[in-house]
């Protein structure tokens, strides 16, 4: 029972990708998201939560208006839409079940009021 972040690579600065979570064991309908990222050498830091249902989403400031978090309930996936990436967005990024509260809180989120973390996956944005 866990998440699964893919659809990391290396893309060059102003570039796009799109990450994809997806649910193994359980259905992630009923769960509020979080993305979340670890750079080198730094803490790990909250992107995004989206709710399960009452449509909230929210994104931590330096990537609001880059980035997009969508839902589609009942194909168990969660995606993660990056636009205009910049060097700094460089991290690992992981997604995981708001396991505190059903629905988003406006961030920063605290990465211990989340649960069923799975492996990340690598954004690394460089010419």
């Known amino acids: 029972v866990q998440l699964q972040a893919s659809g990391g690579g290396l893309v060059q600065p102003g570039g796009s990708l799109r990450l994809s979570c997806t649910a193994s064991?359980?259905?992630?309908?009923?769960?509020?998201i979080g993305w979340f990222r670890q750079a080198p050498g730094k803490e790990r830091e909250w992107v995004s939560c989206?709710?399960?249902?009452?449509?909230?989403?929210y994104y931590t400031d330096s990537v609001k208006g880059r980035f997009t978090g969508t839902r589609v309930n009942g194909n168990n996936t969660v995606y993660l839409q990056m636009d205009s990436l910049k060097p700094e967005d460089t991290a690992v990024y992981y997604c995981?079940?708001?396991?505190?509260?059903?629905?988003?809180?406006?961030?920063?989120?605290?990465?211990?009021?989340?649960?069923?973390w799975g492996q990340g996956t690598l954004v690394t944005v460089s010419s």
């Open positions: 064991g359980f259905t992630l309908d009923t769960y509020a």
């Open positions: 989206l709710s399960s249902s009452d449509g909230n989403i």
């Open positions: 995981a079940a708001y396991i505190a509260y059903s629905e988003c809180l406006d961030g920063p989120l605290d990465a211990g009021h989340f649960g069923l």
